[in-house]
């Protein structure tokens, strides 16, 4: 089995910073792409940014210069450091995780719990 486990969202003001930290763990055969999305009330879920194993980040137009995401390979993590949050940054943010299982020869998502972000202007 495998698990993706979230940590580091709250509540901050606008202009503050918060880092999320999304941990994969279990039965893992290799780790391909690593990203993070947010879903605001009433709205669909939308890709925030992805780091690939290799290559370039890609980010969301709304959040370029203010939040940027790293991967720990040796921990299987991936983390969201945001800053200069804005009250239209608060959603439930979710880490994906493109991985392989052991015992698989199929590459499958896989979702984190989703953790609360809330900016207050």
């Known amino acids: 089995q495998v698990q993706l486990v979230e940590s580091g969202g709250g509540l901050v003001q606008a202009g503050g910073s918060l880092r999320l930290s999304c941990a994969a763990s279990?039965?893992?055969?290799?780790?391909?792409?690593m990203g993070w999305y947010r879903q605001a009330p009433g709205k669909q879920r939308d890709l925030v940014a992805v780091?690939?194993?290799?290559?370039?980040?890609n980010y969301k137009d709304s959040v370029k210069g203010r939040f940027t995401i790293s991967r720990d390979s040796a921990k299987n993590t991936v983390y969201l450091q945001m800053n200069n949050l804005e009250p239209e940054d608060t959603a439930v943010y979710y880490c994906?995780?493109?991985?392989?299982?052991?015992?698989?020869?199929?590459?499958?998502?896989?979702w984190g719990q989703g953790t609360q972000v809330t900016v207050s202007s």
């Open positions: 994906n995780v493109n991985l392989r299982p052991i015992g698989s020869r199929l590459w499958s998502d896989y």
């Open positions: 279990g039965s893992i055969f290799s780790i391909g792409a």
């Open positions: 780091i690939p194993s290799t290559g370039s980040t």
